[in-house]
């Protein structure tokens, strides 16, 4: 059966998109090449929703269509990026002063030489199908022709339309998660975002595959931008899942040894929800939910695993003073005053807070404390007010000021002619 989404299309793609589209399909039709739209976007036409991450695949030479495209277009599409090893291009057209971003992919054929190795290319500019096959998931398979003979039909060579209309993942082949492991933790991001579930041969591959352990050859840094873009959506059943059907394997099988994990991972959503504009990132959404697995690890641990998954300084910071802040906690649950609790927490991260109170919550209030009045607590007089004195800059300074933040905080001073008048006791009491 021929299916044709030109309804879909119309209604999903915005205008502008579909203007720097048009342009797309009269130069492939003047050149005679097939031009499809591919993946991700034709998936989301179909299930009515809105992406703006268009992917084009060309039967033929990518590069030399984005050059046509330019050639032709001069004022309206510019080449952003051209890798020619791989033969993909990136374009942005300019539609009514808009800019829109397009990518272009030479069909290719690949083979993975070993297994959770990267794909070696076989062929460029193959046969569609060849192209489609080396794909993850059935519903990712589909494309669109753009061009004018056969437009907005669909080409479904794997029954994803019908998987797609089932809310089902299904894999390709048998070795598609031996061949590439990370596509178990695509499978966890399209349930977190769409609630799709994995047919049962798929998932019977992925139990497969999880026990036979072998992913040395797994590069960190592929695993680690599926975990991102699976736990940034929040979703607790994420992590359950994570950890109850074994795909921790994929990272560290330390990660296993959380008790409890449903309770954890539904505070680890509740938490977010409840907390998040305090957050300056939905970035980091990720490490809150790696973090609660990790706070009871030790300092080695934690490095040994942020150079497995590549972390930057900045990620492995969040995570070593969650730990951090879980090995003192005696220390906030003695804090009587609320200065003690703010220099608990006053040098860690959002998100280190963040997951020491999922593993916490009898320590709510002194957080709410610090988030809500602490945080950003600070002083009005500064290091110019003491010389005006007659103190010389000195270590004492700090000292100083540090002991009018701390009576500040306390509610012992409020006013700036306070905190001037409570400097001078300081300096006449030393
Ligand atoms: N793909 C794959 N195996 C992977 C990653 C990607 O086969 N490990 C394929 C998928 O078929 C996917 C395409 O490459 O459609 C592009 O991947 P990606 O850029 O991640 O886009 P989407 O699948 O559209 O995902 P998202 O909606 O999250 O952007």
Redesign the pocket.
Known sequence: MTVNLKKEFESNIPDNIKEALKFCSKTADDQNLQIFLI??VVRDIIINKKNF?V?ITVQGNAVEFAKSLENSYPELCKIKEIHDNFKTAKILFTINSDIIPIDLASTRKEFYPYPSSLPVIEKIGCELYDDVI???FTI??MALALNSSSFCTLIDYLNGYEDLKNGVLEVLHPLSFID?P??IV?GL?FNARFGYKFGEKTEALMRECLNSGRFDNLCGERIKLELK?AFNINKADCLSRFIKEDIYKLVDTSLSCVKNIDDISMECENTINEYCNFLDTQDNIWLIYLGSLLVKANQDKISELSKKLYLSGHEETILQDAAKLYRNKEAVNKAKTRFEVYEFFEKAKIESILIFLILNKDLKSKLDLYLKELKDANININGDILISMGLKPSPVFAKILRNVLKAKINKEITTYEEEVVFAKSLLQNR
């Open positions: 993946g991700g991450d992917d080396r794909r993850d990712n398979s590439d990370t596509r695509r991001k873009h």
